[in-house]
């Protein structure tokens, strides 16, 4: 029999090492967790044990590091289960892995598809989120451009319809948290005041459009998200930054440009899948030195192949083969998704060249505040939930803890 991917109430730990935390690095630190919170972390010298219950020592090797649990804003499934089919089971053990992994927050991804399935997948979805294992939902479509739809299915994109966002809105329960769209399209401004006033974080992105037309959409997404308060979304965001969308040129800038321009000035922040596949690691390097880790959410777009090995999968309607870790269309070979957890994704980044501490903050804290859960989640802080996750001195899982369970290790990729 399978033992249990948790205990069934939250322990009391000590955990010694390095903290990496908001964008900064301490060592010689203690986190000490307290029935499923944060009950001190600071450093080990000051440590109280006092005014405290009995704490078990969870041993971490040498030069260990003790990160917040990680923040995934974009993904697709993982461990054979595709979250946009509306399997719950299937969700379910996704989920699994990915909690295991490191990840111990995520919102949910949904692929462009009928709109069945849509809602479908989105009130599947749905009761995951009331249970409290996603932190809700993200809809990658289906108001996405035909020239730039990549591994969307070009036979179910639309202009903007706000009758079918208020179907998915119903169908969520509250739990819809960001959608992606193309500003070009008919309709787009309209979507974004609907997202906002409904507190959906509109993630600009799978465009065509050129400059003008994404800095005006960024920018007044911005402005009403700025004005629906609290609880919103801090800001908008960019859907996988360079990927579906046209590249970089000096005599047409396209979006790349004006996404850029306003996550420097802080206006937005910009997903990076940066797994080795979707970004070069030159890439990951100048956005971060560009934009600020302040302004950069780290990604996945993980699909069912994740923590399995290479062969044919799905991604919502679409087939999918995986070679060499790289995930593409069965048919015209488009990048489909990602293979790599996000810790991986860390991981990566830092061998790019990016500070450790900034690597993780751009997976913990940042992502935590634009589905506004900065209060609770992404930094290690006394009265947090306590989602830690240790690493050795090469960013390896060591240890995960998620309100405080300890999760066993995930399983090997076969």
Sequence with gaps: MTPPATPLEPGNYLLTGTVVTDGYSAPNSAVAVV??????????????????????PLELPDGSMIL???????????????????????????IDFIHRSGTTTLLASLVTASREDLLKGTMALRLLADEGLIAGIHAEGPFLSHARCGAQDPRFLLDPDLSLVDELLKAAGGHLRTMTYAPELAGADALVRKLAEQGVVPSLGHTDADARTTAASLTESAELLAASGPGSGSRPTVT?????????????????????????AGKVAVELIADGAHLDPDTVRMVFELVGADNVALVTDSMAATGLPDGDYRLGPASVSVRNSEARLSGDGSLAGGTATLLDVVRRTIEAGVDPAASVKSATAVPAAIIGRAGELGSLRAARRADVVAVDRDFQRVLVLRAGRLLRRPEARL
Excluded: I
């Design 35 to 56: 029935d499923g919170f944060l009950a001190y972390v600071g450093p080990l010298a000051d440590l109280d044990r006092s005014v405290l219950p009995e704490l078990e």
């Design 68 to 94: 917040p649990g990680l923040v995934d804003l974009h993904c697709h499934g993982a461990a054979g289960g595709d979250f946009p089919s509306g399997n719950l089971a299937a969700a379910r053990t996704a």
């Design 240 to 264: 996988h930054l360079f990927n579906g969308m046209p590249p970089l040129h000096h005599r047409s800038p396209g979006p790349v440009a004006a996404c850029l321009r306003l996550a420097g």
